[in-house]
């Protein structure tokens, strides 16, 4: 599975972006789909996850009520909408899967990963 994502861009805080991952080989539709994002310096960390039937979410809890991550089988496609962003949102954003069904919040469990999309969050 080869993913991309797209969507990133220069907003001010307390604006709003809604970033999409998409598979340009294979297909999403079988396994939970993650946002992971990694600021300068920082290591990369878990945003949320999505079950591959769309059951079951998890947020980090610096997320928690201003993002909402969702899927459309039909597209084939995974979104994460990002609302009310802070300048501390300021990272490059990446989506991924796993070969599993469990949804998991440790980068080391996805195997798979899109080239990521850098979300700029001016004060």
């Known amino acids: 599975v080869q993913l991309q994502a797209s969507g990133g861009g220069l907003v001010q805080a307390g604006g709003s972006l809604r970033l999409s991952c998409t598979a340009i080989?294979?297909?999403?539709?079988?396994?939970?789909l993650g946002w992971f994002r990694q600021a300068p310096g920082k290591e990369r960390e878990f945003v949320a996850a999505?079950?591959?039937?769309?059951?079951?979410?998890l947020y980090a809890d610096s997320v928690k009520g201003r993002f909402t991550v969702s899927r459309d089988h039909g597209k084939d496609t995974g979104y994460l909408q990002m609302n009310n962003l802070k300048p501390e949102d300021t990272a490059v954003y990446y989506c991924?899967?796993?070969?599993?069904?469990?949804?998991?919040?440790?980068?080391?469990?996805?195997?798979?990963w899109g080239q990521g999309t850098l979300v700029t969050v001016s004060s």
């Open positions: 991924a899967t796993r070969e599993a069904l469990m949804v998991v919040t440790s980068p080391r469990d996805y195997d798979y």
């Open positions: 999505i079950s591959w039937s769309g059951g079951s979410t």
């Open positions: 080989e294979g297909t999403l539709s079988r396994y939970p």
